[in-house]
C-alpha cells in the first residue's frame, strides 16, 4: 500500500512541476518522460529478460548513432 501512495505523491509533484515549466510543450514532454521512465520501469519488473534485452538495443542503436555525427 505504500509504494502506491508514495507512486501517487510522485505523479502529483511531476505534474505540478509540468505546469510550472516555461512553456506548454516542455510540461507535455516532461510528463511523456516521466511516462516513458514508468513503463521501462514497469516492464523490467515484470518481463525482466525481455525488457532488458529490448532496452540494452535501444540503448546500443544510440550510442552508435551519436558516434556516428
Do not use: D, H, W
Not at 513503463?39 to 529478460?49: A, T
Amino acid at each position: 500500500m505504500f509504494i502506491y501512495v508514495l507512486a501517487s505523491v510522485f505523479y502529483l509533484f511531476a505534474l505540478v512541476a509540468a505546469f510550472k515549466m516555461e512553456t506548454p510543450l516542455k510540461g507535455v514532454l516532461f510528463v511523456l518522460a516521466i511516462a516513458g521512465v514508468s513503463g521501462l520501469l514497469y516492464l523490467f519488473i515484470n518481463f525482466p529478460g525481455t525488457s532488458g534485452l529490448s532496452v540494452a538495443l535501444m540503448l546500443g542503436a544510440f550510442i552508435l548513432k551519436q558516434g556516428r555525427r
